[in-house]
Nanobody, 123 residues
């Protein structure tokens, strides 16, 4: 069973950047599809980005397309979310997740979740 720990969140001004990291342990990262989700207060959790086991397939939600990039380093067992041109509406708790299916963009596709990291974007 893989354990996931997110880091890199914080408070930033609009227009700035952050890079989130998700460190995996207890499993072979290269066998999992990975995703980043977020949940803002009062709203449902939503997909932000996903990446397949090899990194060949990637998905970005329309709301972050062109601003956020997901990547993975299977050798370092880390998945990243580079977030540029941040907006106040990006404020949320960001979660890293792993799927045994190798790929997925729905919450139900994912088997393991991290505890989340808070991202707050001020205007």
């Amino acid at each position: 069973q893989v354990q996931l720990v997110e880091s890199g969140g914080g408070l930033v001004q609009a227009g700035n950047s952050l890079r989130l990291s998700c460190a995996a342990s207890g499993g072979t990262l290269s066998t999992y599809g990975m995703g980043w989700f977020r949940q803002a207060p009062g709203l449902e959790r939503e997909i932000v980005a996903a990446i397949s086991t090899s990194g060949a397939s990637r998905y970005s939600a329309d709301s972050v397309k062109g601003r956020f990039t997901i990547s993975r380093d299977n050798a370092k067992v880390v998945v990243y979310l580079q977030m540029n041109s941040l907006k106040p509406e990006d404020t949320a708790v960001y979660y890293c997740a792993a799927t045994l299916r190798g790929w997925g963009i729905a919450i139900a596709d994912y088997d393991y979740w991290g505890q989340g990291t808070q991202v707050t974007v001020s205007s």
